[in-house]
């Protein structure tokens, strides 16, 4: 078998074209839609992600912001900012760019974004919904991993996913999305013992580890649907995931290449919560095409 690609990019403009009309709905109602970004320090990668993020809130007509503050900014100091943002009119969501440097507590940035505008989805009262109900702003790359399946007609209920890595910002929330929309779901992480006994049985394999090529097809159930989140740089420069493209797309339905297949998504969704933050601004309903779960 070889895999059908799925193409992150491509979904990404469906998902794009339907924001850009709601976004030009709401500036016929004179609201702009607008995200700030926050980025502390001269990290060169974070800059580059930073530098999308604005230019992608631009292409859908989105007014965005970034806040580049020196590496010496304070705690103390960055609350200020996030506080004045908080209270600006202008601004619907926020972002502090992570990972932030050491003398940061990045859980006191966090929690200080008011959770109506906390567009990653990663404030507390926002994380608990996610648990315990629905979350406003699902976490944006699990919540890219969702609208991949989603559009790609994949069946979730009933479904084995299988989880590897547990991190606050991709795997706990990827488990809770993949749990909510009925799969039966198991988390890896590096103290699993086998975890080929694990991904081998996995209808759904989402893995998100940072260890590039680690899964390899003989991991890999044949006909599962195989998402890549990782992102990883090889000596020569190049960007590979976690998955082993060669060996998996042999095995898989259905597979992400990296890159071009979560990556685009991750904004998309950063795009989809600031709109849908000003959208619950405004008292707008959602979309039907916006429900969270298909
Ligand atoms: P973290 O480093 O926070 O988490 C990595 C997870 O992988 C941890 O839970 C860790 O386990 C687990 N792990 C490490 N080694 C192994 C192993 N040998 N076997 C099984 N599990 C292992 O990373 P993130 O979640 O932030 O990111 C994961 C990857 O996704 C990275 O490559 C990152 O660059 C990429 N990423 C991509 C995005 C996109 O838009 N495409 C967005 C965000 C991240 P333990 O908890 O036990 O340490």
């Not at 193409?7 to 607008?34: N, T, W």
């Not at 898989?252 to 601004?281: C, K, Q």
Request: net charge negative.
């Amino acid at each position: 078998m070889t895999a059908k690609i799925i193409d992150g990019r491509k979904i990404s403009e469906f998902y794009r074209a339907e924001y850009k009309l709601r976004v030009d709905r709401l500036i016929e109602l004179g609201l702009r839609p607008g995200l700030a970004v926050i980025i502390v320090g001269d990290d060169a990668a974070s800059q580059v992600y930073v530098r999308n993020k604005a230019k992608a809130c631009e292409s859908i007509g989105m007014h965005s912001e970034v806040h580049a503050l020196s590496a010496a900014t304070t705690q103390s100091e960055l609350l200020v900012w996030v506080d004045k943002l908080n209270l600006n009119p202008d601004i619907h969501g926020i972002l502090v760019q992570l990972p932030l440097p050491m003398h940061i507590d990045d859980r006191a940035i966090i929690e200080a974004i008011h959770p109506a505008k906390d567009v990653d989805g990663f404030h507390y009262a926002n994380m608990g919904a996610l648990v315990i109900d629905e979350s406003p702003f699902p976490p944006c790359t699990p919540y890219g991993v969702m609208k991949m399946l989603e559009y790609e007609g994949v069946g979730i209920e009933g479904k084995y996913a299988v989880v590897v890595g547990r991190s606050n910002i991709v795997g706990k929330p990827q488990a809770m999305l993949l749990l909510k929309a009925g799969a039966t779901v198991t988390v890896c992480h590096s103290k699993t013992k086998n975890l080929a006994g694990f991904t081998r049985d996995a209808d759904i394999l989402v893995a998100a580890v940072g260890r590039a090529n680690m899964i390899t097809g003989s991991m890999v159930k044949p006909g599962a649907v195989v998402i890549d989140v990782g992102i990883n740089r090889l000596p020569d420069g190049k960007l590979t995931g976690d998955v082993d493209f060669a060996s998996v797309s042999e095995v898989a339905s259905l597979i992400t290449p990296v890159p071009g297949g979560v990556g685009p998504m991750t904004i998309t969704m950063l795009l989809g919560n600031t709109l849908r933050a000003a959208e619950r601004l405004a008292g707008l309903v959602e979309t039907a095409s916006e429900t969270l779960f298909a």
